[in-house]
Structure formats: structure tokens, C-alpha cells
DNA sequence: ATGACTAAACCTTTTAGA
């Protein structure tokens, strides 16, 4: 089973990219990010055609998230519990009847857009710490509900020097900051994974390139998208790439989607 | 050049992204 992410940055623009990508890759799930788009402009007939089920949940101009599955989820989430959110970030579902033994019930799938932070000590930054706080919090009683959990999407976070082409001129600066990296541990603290890192990878592997300065043909970027599975998931998963081929579109979004492979049946 | 490129809306300019 494969599951993925993508922050497309705009699906108005992207739809055809994410058509082609899934007839290339037919995953069992992929979330998107950056959606921008509000719920009556959702693209959900030709998605549907694509063989997807689909569950969305936007706004107009920013952010905006979705979750892609060939089989229907279950129990749909909207934003973090508890956390009251003007911004459309994050879409969770559940996938019924995976695993062989079934004991944890199915496969639970976060699909997360974190925010940028703009700057550290802006207004920006202080919104960022709140809601990764809130997610921490929700996601803690996710994993007692769902033991068999993935979060995955962009978060806006390169969690060590060896995420960030140039560790030097990014250090302390937005994605890069000790207090977001922090966080990011508590996340993985939670009984959670970073699937990436279970393998050996090539060096410099990045999730995103700055669409200036011919970032993506020097490779200069920064690994921020994610993809971190629970503990009970951890020996089932076989493999984990980003792909960097859209990237290469001649309309491309600046992130690459990232791909975690799964043992059905461990 | 607190810039560069892309996207969307407040659209010949600004805001945000990262």
C-alpha cells in the first residue's frame, strides 16, 4: 500500500499535474496542500473519474487541504479538535479494513498543512507555535483512538541541518528555528516516526525548491514535507521517497509529493 | 534590492508563500 503527499499550491492550476501523477502512481491515498480553493470550487467530479473518493476542505486564496483515497474514508475530521482555526489545515479519515489481524481497527490518515511562520517573532510565528501545540495535544489522543496512524503534509519545518542545502544561511531563520525543530521532536516524541529517515537516502534530498534563482536546477531547497507513521506502522514500512519528477513540470508547484510504501499484510 | 518567482485578489499592485 502506498500513501502520499503533496503541497500543489493552487489545485486550480495543478489539477492536471495531479491527474497525471496519479495515473503514474496509483496510490492508495495521497493528502494535498494548498488547495486555495473554497468547497464549491472543489475539482470533485474529475478527481472522482480518476477512481479517487474525495474529502476536501478549503478556503478562498490560502491554504486549503484534501484527501484522496480508492477507498472511502471513515470518520472525517476538519482542522484540529478543540482548536478553534479561521484557516483551512488540516483533513484526517480513516481507511477500514487494513492489516490482516485488524485488533486497531483500520488505518487512521492525517493530512496537515502547517503554517509558515512567515518570521520568527512575528504575529506569524506566534499562530505557528499555538497550532503546533494543538496539534500535539490532538494528535496525543489520535493515536490512543487509532493506533495505526500516518500525519503527513507540509510541515513548514526542516528538522535537522541535513534538511537545508545551506544549513548556514537558514540557521534560526523560518523552518530552521530551534523552537520549530522542537516541536517537531515532541511530535515524533508523541510514538511517531519519520518514515524518510528508516532508509538510507541520497544526500541533499529536498521536499521543496524557491521558485527564484534556479533553486530547483542547483537544488537548493529544504526538506519540509513529511510523512511520520506511529510506532505500531514502524516494521511495516518498506520504503520512502520524494519524487522529484513534477518538480522538472514546466508549471510546477515548488514542493515535490513524498511517498511512503507499506507492508499490508507485516 | 527585506530582491529573485508564482498565485490570487484588494488586480498595472499588494499579500503571502518559504
Not at 501523477?21 to 493528502?31: E, G, N, Q
Not at 483533513?91 to 492489516?99: R, V
Request: aromatic share 10%.
Amino acid at each position: 500500500m502506498q500513501l502520499a503527499t503533496w503541497n500543489v499550491n493552487s489545485l486550480a492550476v495543478r489539477l492536471p499535474q495531479v491527474l497525471e501523477w496519479l495515473a503514474a502512481h496509483p496510490v492508495d491515498a495521497l493528502v494535498l496542500q494548498e488547495t486555495k480553493l473554497t468547497d464549491d470550487k472543489f475539482p470533485r467530479a474529475e478527481l472522482e473519474a480518476a477512481g479517487y473518493a474525495v474529502q476536501w476542505f478549503g478556503q478562498k486564496t490560502y491554504n486549503g487541504v484534501a484527501l484522496l483515497s480508492r477507498e472511502p474514508v471513515q470518520d472525517v475530521a476538519k482542522n484540529i479538535f478543540g482548536f478553534a482555526d479561521e484557516q483551512a489545515r488540516v483533513i484526517a479519515g480513516t481507511l477500514g479494513g487494513w492489516g490482516a489481524t485488524g485488533t486497531a481497527g483500520g488505518l487512521r490518515i492525517i493530512g496537515a498543512y502547517f503554517p509558515n511562520g512567515q518570521a520568527p517573532g512575528s504575529e506569524k510565528f506566534a499562530y505557528k507555535m499555538q497550532w503546533m501545540q494543538a496539534l500535539r495535544d490532538w494528535v496525543r489522543q489520535e493515536l490512543i483512538a487509532h493506533p495505526r496512524l500516518v500525519l503527513m503534509g507540509d510541515f513548514n519545518i526542516a528538522p535537522e541541518d541535513r534538511d537545508v542545502h545551506d544549513p548556514v544561511a537558514w540557521a534560526g531563520q523560518i523552518h530552521c528555528t530551534d523552537e520549530e525543530r522542537e516541536h517537531f521532536r515532541q511530535l515524533v516524541a508523541l510514538g511517531l516516526v519519520d518514515a524518510f529517515r528508516l532508509f538510507e537516502q541520497p544526500p541533499k534530498s529536498w521536499s521543496w525548491w524557491d521558485y527564484r534563482n534556479l533553486a530547483f536546477r542547483k537544488n537548493q531547497g529544504l526538506r519540509i514535507d513529511h510523512i511520520l507513521v506511529s510506532e505500531a506502522l514502524k516494521a511495516s514500512v518498506t520504503a520512502c521517497t520524494i519524487d522529484k519528477l513534477p518538480r522538472k513540470n514546466e508549471r510546477p508547484s515548488d514542493h515535490a509529493p513524498v511517498i511512503v510504501e507499506l507492508r499490508t499484510q507485516p
